[in-house]
């Protein structure tokens, strides 16, 4: 059984991102905006950049290679992804995930669960994969959707996204991550409103409007869609 550890005050906790990745460029203009941004500004996360050409060891930095047995597209190399992964230092408890189309698919559950961790090593394919031999290596191949993207760079920052905002002291509140869809399997949150009073004919919910604190967690809870 992994040890859980607790943290006994904001200061005590930050968590640790390394990405491996051919595109280091891409993630630069989200991760570095809003949020995730004060974030960092507050050491409440860090984020470390792994261009895996610079771990190959022949001329043209070759990330991939054809596949064996023939087939359309080419296959990412296991060589750079263990090269990089030798060099990334420790931080605590650490897991290793894989961004694929075939992995599990990932949850707001899932983000709890790894929102406890200390170092986060996120590898990022391109192409048809990853060489088999990389799965020696990781915990967890992890899925956004149904779906294929040309790499695994936006499927790695919407992981990041959602488990970033869980840590201590990142949103302004850390009750704005507790009341909220999916906070609960299954769970939608209520519908919210701010003013005007009034646009173009619709109203606020009288309850909202209320001030009777019990009527409006009534309401709220009412309004709760389950689509578990």
């Known amino acids: 059984m992994e040890e859980i550890v607790c943290y006994t ?3 005590q906790f930050s968590m640790r991102f390394d990405f491996l990745t051919i595109f280091p460029d891409v993630f630069t203009g989200y991760l570095n905006e809003s949020i995730l941004k004060r974030a960092q500004r507050t050491k409440r996360v860090s984020f470390h950049f792994h261009d895996l050409r610079d771990y190959t060891s022949d001329k043209h930095r070759s990330v991939d290679d054809r596949p064996y047995g023939g087939g359309v597209g080419m296959v990412m190399k296991v060589e750079p992804i263990f090269m ?16 694929s189309a075939k992995g599990k698919p990932f949850s707001q559950a899932d983000a709890k669960r790894l ?21 020696d290596y990781v915990d967890e191949e992890v899925s956004i959707g149904n779906y294929v993207l040309t790499g695994g760079e936006l499927p790695a920052m919407v992981v ?3 488990i970033t905002r869980l840590l201590p002291g990142v949103l302004g509140k850390d009750e704005s991550s507790v009341d909220e869809s999916h906070s609960e399997p299954g769970v939608l949150e209520y519908p919210q409103y701010t003013r005007p009073e009034i646009f173009k004919g619709k109203c606020v919910p009288p309850e909202l409007l209320s001030g009777n604190h019990p009527d409006i967690r009534s309401w709220r809870n009412a309004q709760r869609k389950n689509i578990g």
């Open 84 to 99: 990089a992964l030798k060099t990334i230092p420790k931080k605590g408890r650490r897991r290793i995930l894989l961004m």
């Open 9 to 11: 005050s904001i200061q």
């Open 115 to 135: 929102a406890k961790y200390q170092q986060l090593i996120v590898i990022c394919p391109r192409y048809e994969g990853v060489d088999e031999r990389v799965m």
């Open 160 to 162: 990041t996204d959602a």
